[in-house]
């Protein structure tokens, strides 16, 4: 059992100490992994590190002592806002990840047809590639979760949505793209449908939200997902993936700024006073939010767009080399840099391509449905797609050469 030591040690041996715990670690800085981390450079690191250790103390809950704090964020929630399709009537929250923002759209969407329609047991329709954090906060919050098969194309059946829709449907959602198969849901559809009924909707663009703009604009077809979607309440977008923050930085966005009353608690049922906050957390490191400022502000459109052209051909060279090893796929559509790959040689057993695939380093990211490899790339992947073509050319003659035991475990968070 580990007890506080009973001296301190000195800082250098505590940092040795950290460092030597991380020698384990897999590489993320030689792109050896496609999944938990967000990296350009060292540029933008040391910028990221030196605007969070700027507000390293700070508590992001007591604006009213920092009020630079209160300025930054409405900074960061104003750039998103301008990128993203938000009008003079949108706003947004600052939040510490995708999982509190999505919480919060379903909390508010629950309170407002709890108080305007009445709704005593709410549901939330979605298309089943949607994120599982969804069904957490239903958990949470006391809705029923009503997945959806996508269709052939892999992404929502907007009729089959439909289907599913009664009285107490409050929430639909789509994707932009989803996390399994990185297709964009028909968000003009469902915000559509969503509209007809009354319904709040929300995009999940936690992935691509800070991605598919720029993407579009180097010519690829990315279809309208933002706030100005007509039917569109809400978008989940976090900073901390491709707006290239470091970690606990993301946004909810309401295409209308008083929506975010409905997400809103304000109590004084205790002696000190009146208590109020707009998301679950209370202390706030406002460290993360002038990092987001600072990484929003040092890389611009510019940065942006050369982030985005860098995924897009390290996914290219990817792709293309993988479909020419023989017995391997690439499964589609995709539409940003997530994609899967597969066997289609019965003969040829995935599991054993990913236990090569990891013995040479790479952190393997396992697809459930279909059984195969789930690839999430970034910017620093241009710089090694090559190599993991290679990688995997070897691990599938290793597979047919019967090396390698099967790697069971799945790989499916982010």
Request: include cysteine; charge should be negative.
């Amino acid at each position: 059992m580990t007890s506080i030591p009973a001296t301190g040690a000195p800082a250098d041996a505590i940092l040795a100490a950290l460092r030597d715990r991380k020698q384990g670690d897999r590489d993320w800085r030689h792109g050896r992994l496609a999944v938990y981390f967000y990296w350009l450079d060292e540029e933008l690191e040391r910028v990221q590190q030196q605007a969070y250790l700027t507000y390293w103390t700070e508590n992001n809950l007591g604006q009213r002592a920092f009020p630079s704090l209160k300025s930054l964020e409405d900074e960061v929630i104003a750039m998103a806002l301008s990128l993203l399709g938000g009008g003079a009537r949108a706003g947004g929250t600052f939040t510490s990840g995708g999982s509190e923002s999505i919480f919060l759209a379903m909390m508010a969407a629950r309170n407002r047809a709890r108080a305007q329609r009445g709704v005593t047991r709410p549901n939330i329709v979605l298309p089943n590639s949607a994120h599982l954090t969804f069904d957490r906060a239903a958990e949470a919050l006391g809705m029923e979760i009503r997945r959806v098969p996508v269709g052939t194309d892999l992404r929502a059946d907007v009729p089959a949505m439909a289907a599913r829709m009664d009285g107490d449907t409050v929430v639909l959602v789509g994707s932009a793209p989803n996390y399994p198969f990185g297709t964009f849901d028909p968000i003009t559809e469902i915000a559509a449908l969503a509209a007809q009924y009354g319904a709040w909707m929300h995009v999940d663009a936690c992935v691509g939200g800070f991605l598919a703009p720029y993407v579009r604009r180097l010519g690829h077809d990315i279809p309208a997902f933002e706030l100005s979607v007509p039917g569109v309440t809400s978008m989940s977008a976090d900073i901390h993936k491709h707006g290239m923050a470091p970690k606990g930085a993301s946004l909810l966005l309401v295409a209308d700024a008083a929506d975010r009353e409905w997400h809103k608690f304000d109590s004084r049922a205790w002696q000190r006073g009146p208590y109020s906050a707009y998301t679950t957390q209370g202390t706030r490191p406002g460290g993360a939010v002038a990092a987001a400022w600072a990484a929003m502000n040092h890389l611009g459109d510019e940065g942006y767009l050369r982030c985005a052209r860098l995924i897009m051909e390290a996914k290219a060279i990817m792709t293309a080399g993988i479909a020419a090893i023989p017995g391997l796929d690439v499964l589609q559509p995709s539409d940003l840099g997530i994609f899967v790959w597969r066997a289609t040689d019965p003969a040829l057993d995935i599991g054993k391509v990913a236990a090569a695939l990891d013995a040479e380093g790479w952190l393997v990211g396992r697809q459930q449905e279909p059984d195969g490899i789930h690839l999430h790339l970034n910017p620093i992947h241009r710089d090694y797609a090559a190599e993991y073509v290679e990688s995997v050319s070897r691990a599938v003659a290793a597979a047919r050469g019967g090396q390698n035991s099967r790697i069971g475990a799945n790989e499916r968070t982010y």
